[in-house]
């Protein structure tokens, strides 16, 4: 019997999507599909995805995991073993919008369909298939997991303490971002398709998807290779204190950026003497004295709790914040009033799960649902078909070789990384994006020294990550705080699509470009706010950046050992996440857009984005009451699995024995033909009561080892493993130059450079980059001219009274300006 279920007629409720194999990232995909309406079907064999049985498990014996990835669709049983499976299951691809293919990760005992035909037949059918590396390269064939992935992708490395081994996180960090790459190229292809195109077929590589997290300290290797290395738990470069702290009561994320951040800490906690230090005033300098000044501060913060802190913080503009455990986030009403946390069912259990972070306030997410028992149906009323793969091509169909994004217009008012990942995933994909800076207050990324002879020198042009997520862009600049460059900005949004800002929630309101002048300007308007916390948070106030996000979201109480603090696993991991969190928000809101004309305003709160990671167990908590158990570099499901040392200096490898027959290849290379044959060894939970005998043993082979030998001798018998490479590795690793996924660009002040690639593909080889990233106010003339009309006079008296420029203004320049601008 369906159960009933209460969704809104949501934007892709005209959508019908087939799952097929099984993945975290195609089910994550899927899910976002669901989230907003359309209906999924699953395919699964009779005994179910093999993803029902992933660690954590509820007490009634129901995967976590399973339940987050898949609540909201319906599950159709197609048995390979059934004369008629073929022909049904071509049925089924042939009636639906969206195919989404998880076969190459596991085929679940998915029977193979002639998908070429299949796909003549239905020209508008939209297609993505997803693996774990493309279907070429020397890594194509590997067998893998989440952490082996993630430690090819120069995620691990840097994680744990100083001495080793790097400290890896739970699994499905790969699911969540492929899953969300995976959407942003399925729903750009139904965009295209509304403007007359034809269906889309898509490759998505998880390890590539894996590099959106890399890509920042790949680029910073270039000339910093020498001190981007794993320094300690809780401890990143380029920034210190950026770690979490324990308090009175509870644990403290702190990050210090700025010199103003520093001080301000410092005067909170009464040490003076650190204020003053003139050497401690930039954080990669305190770094080098960690231990000193944390021996300082640290019983300091142990005076008063996190949440008193937390509150100080908020006074002092110093990034700050609590790191809730799972009952705390269960327990924060904001969040569920959100629909962050949001009630799932499945079978007898219910409890409570991550939603949608995309946060359309006009057409909102599903909020919450029910997992289907293997072939069940959910009943969802109100849906209404519009597409259908076997539409025929339209006789205006527009030309195939187009970008899907193409004729789409941004304008984007971001910085740093998450916002510019957004626009630089919409331009990638052939959406106009008009970067909007200003020569008084340019993008941070471009470094934020104003000392004259770093911007006679032009530094603020030679920064490879400004660079990296800037590309395909055009650049102009605005002073938004002077009327004459709001009223350009005002122009130009009345001829955009798109909006995006990640500015603190009250900048634009207080420059009068809030959404409802916006809005007021361009009905059809959507428009993006990607804050920390949500416009309208009791957190509103509190300075954010992406390792203040994962110290918010909870997920670093689930990593690390069962007796040591919460443990960071990046940097800045809500940068990058909140990025294709907020592209993927864009295009829900213009497909609707699309539709009917109505544009609206996107709350994205880019904590709540973090969320996700921890699902499991925050259901676990909820059902059982249950606090998660963190193992280390252990595995709740996979023994053995674990990092290992191997020979040459900090050289690690991760290896996983996922199953029994796994397990006995791995025994006999490691040369213990006696566990290979003892069948009481099969299951994991037999091999726990010897896991520290075989990790001895695993950890004596590969230390004998060169790290990439360890690594094609576990390939070769087909074990799991990934060694754990430094994000520099990345620029030579093999798998990526034989996909030719680093790509070269040429800029003016820094020259040819590398430029990583979309994981998603249409074809064999990745989406060119088009152009470099722009040089300051590089394409004011363009812009102006072209699209608001203004004449060569009215430019050049736009540079003359510093409304636009082409230099950025050094300190003394800017305060004098404003001094002008105030009398």
């Not at 064939?141 to 739970?170: M, Q």
């Not at 998603?760 to 363009?782: Q, S, V, Y």
Request: charge should be neutral; charged fraction near 20%; proline fraction near 6%.
């Amino acid at each position: 019997m369906a159960k009933e279920i209460e969704l809104s007629s949501g934007v892709l409720s005209h959508l019908r999507v087939i799952e097929i194999g099984s993945s975290a990232a195609t089910s994550y995909c899927a899910r976002l599909f669901a989230d907003f309406g359309a209906d999924v079907q699953k395919i699964e064999p009779p005994v179910g995805d093999p993803l029902r049985s992933s660690a954590p498990l509820t007490p009634g014996g129901q995967s976590a995991w399973f339940a987050f990835l898949n609540f909201n669709k319906s599950s159709v049983i197609v048995d390979a073993n059934d004369p008629g499976a073929i022909m049904r299951l071509t049925s089924l691809v042939e009636d639906c919008d969206i195919l989404i293919d998880g076969r190459d990760v596991d085929s679940a005992g998915c029977p193979s369909i002639d998908l070429a035909a299949v796909r003549q037949r239905c020209p508008n059918l939209i297609y993505l298939a997803a693996n774990w590396f493309g279907h070429d390269g020397p890594y194509a064939g590997f067998a893998a997991t989440d952490s082996t992935v993630r430690a090819l992708a120069g995620l691990v490395k840097l994680v744990g303490p100083t001495e080793g081994p790097p400290v890896h996180a739970p699994d499905f960090q790969t699911g969540v971002l492929s899953g969300l790459w995976g959407f942003i190229a399925a729903l750009s292809s139904v965009l295209a398709l509304m403007e007359g195109g034809v269906g889309r077929s898509w490759s998505l590589s998880i390890f590539e998807s894996s590099l959106t997290a890399s890509e920042y300290l790949m680029s910073e290797s270039v000339a910093r290779a020498d001190v981007i290395r794993r320094m300690g738990i809780n401890r990143f470069w380029p920034g210190f204190p950026l770690g979490i702290y324990e308090t009175k009561d509870g644990w403290l994320g702190v990050t210090t950026v700025t010199p103003a951040q520093w001080w301000a800490f410092c005067d909170m906690l009464g040490l003076s003497q650190l204020r003053d230090d003139p050497k401690l005033v930039l954080g990669k300098d305190r770094l080098l004295d960690a231990e000193r000044i944390e021996r300082q501060f640290m019983p300091k913060l142990k005076e008063r709790t996190a949440r008193e802190w937390f509150a100080e913080g908020i006074k002092r503009k110093i990034p700050m914040v609590p790191v809730p455990t799972m009952s705390d986030l269960l327990g924060d009403a904001e969040k569920r009033a959100r629909g962050a946390i949001v009630p799932v069912r499945f079978g007898k259990e219910e409890g409570m799960t991550a939603g949608s972070t995309q946060r359309l306030t006009l057409t909102p997410p599903c909020r919450g649902g029910n997992v289907p028992d293997p072939g069940e149906q959910q009943a969802i009323a109100n849906r209404q078909r519009r597409m259908g793969g076997r539409r025929s091509p339209s006789s205006t169909s527009i030309d195939t070789g187009r970008q899907p994004l193409h004729g789409t217009r941004v304008v984007d008012f971001s910085m740093g990384w998450a916002g510019p990942l957004c626009t630089r995933t919409l331009a990638d994909l052939g959406a106009e994006v008009i970067k909007v800076e200003a020569v008084q207050y340019p993008d941070w990324w471009r470094g934020v020294d104003r000392r004259p002879a770093y911007v006679e020198s032009q530094m603020y042009e030679k920064s490879l990550r400004f660079c990296i997520m800037n590309r395909n862009k055009r650049g102009i600049t605005l002073d938004l705080t002077r009327p004459q460059g709001r009223a350009l900005a005002k122009r130009l949004v009345a001829k955009a699509d798109i909006v995006v800002s990640n500015y603190s929630v009250d900048v634009l309101p207080k420059l009068g470009l809030g959404y409802d002048v916006l809005k007021s300007l361009n009905p059809g308007l959507v428009v993006m706010s990607m804050s920390a916390f949500g416009t309208n948070s009791i957190y509103r106030e509190c300075r954010a950046y992406g390792s203040t996000l994962e110290q918010g979201s909870g997920y670093p109480g689930l990593v690390g050992s069962r007796d040591g603090p919460p443990v960071m696993s990046h940097t800045a991991f809500g940068d990058p996440v909140g990025g294709l969190n907020g592209c993927a928000a864009v295009l829900l809101a213009l497909v609707h857009a699309r539709s009917t004309g109505q544009g609206q305003f996107i709350d994205l709160a880019q904590v709540e984005c973090m969320i996700p990671f921890a699902a499991p167990w925050i259901t676990i908590q909820s059902i059982g009451g249950t606090a998660p158990i963190r193992y280390g570099n252990r595995h709740p499901q996979f023994v053995p699995h674990g990092c290992f040392r191997c020979a040459g200096e900090d050289s690690w490898i991760i290896l996983a024995a996922t199953d029994a027959d796994m397990w006995r290849r791995l025994a006999l290379l490691i040369s213990r033909p006696d566990w290979a044959v003892d069948v009481s060894l099969s299951s994991a939970e037999a091999r726990r009561s010897i896991e520290n005998d075989i990790e001895r043993v695993i950890a004596a082979w590969t230390l004998t080892r060169d790290a990439d030998e360890a690594m094609s001798e576990l390939q070769a018998v087909e074990v799991a493993a990934g060694v754990a490479r430094m994000p520099i590795d990345l620029l030579n690793d093999l798998q990526l130059k034989s996909r030719e996924f680093l790509q070269e660009a040429e800029r003016a002040f820094i020259g040819r450079h590398v430029q990583p690639s979309m994981p998603i593909r249409e074809e064999a080889k990745p989406f060119a980059i088009r152009t470099a990233a722009p040089t300051l106010g590089e394409h004011n003339g363009d812009v102006l001219s072209r699209i608001l009309g203004l004449s060569e006079a009215d430019i050049a008296q736009l540079m003359r009274d510093n409304i636009i420029g082409t230099e950025m203004l050094p300190e003394g320049d800017l305060t004098k300006a404003m001094r002008g601008w105030s009398s």
